[in-house]
């Protein structure tokens, strides 16, 4: 069974940092690219970060160029989301999700490019 647990969520001032991680199992994961999307409430669920399934590229929203970091660790099988300098606009739920073909860029923006999520992480930020 495919499975991605996101973690690290919670409650930081404004300026803080916190960092997502998300283990995966059940699949290949290194055969598949990765990426974290975010949902506020009333707002469509939006792409964050992405990285490619041997972790040589990154791709970012703008909004999080230069405060976030997406990485991985295909050996634990986990996925992280590093994010510094959090504004209260970043307050969502976050999600962790595979690509849904392997050893293939997805169109990064695109949820529906991705099969599998993790049940999500709130990261709620203070001003």
């Known amino acids: 069974e495919v499975q991605l647990q996101a973690f690290g969520g919670g409650l930081v001032q404004a300026g803080g940092s916190l960092r997502l991680s998300c283990a995966a199992s059940g699949f290949t994961f290194g055969d598949y690219a990765i990426g974290w999307f975010r949902q506020a409430p009333g707002q469509e669920r939006e792409f964050v970060a992405g990285?490619?399934?041997?972790?040589?590229?990154?791709v970012y929203a703008n909004y999080a160029k230069g405060r976030f970091a997406i990485s991985r660790d295909n050996a634990k099988s986990t996925m992280y989301l590093q994010m510094n300098s959090l504004k209260p606009e970043d307050t969502a739920v976050y999600y962790c999700a595979s690509a849904r073909e392997r050893i293939r860029t997805p169109e990064w923006t695109n949820r529906y490019e991705f099969d599998f999520w993790g049940q999500g992480t709130l990261v709620t930020v203070s001003s």
């Open positions: 990285v490619s399934w041997t972790a040589r590229s990154t």
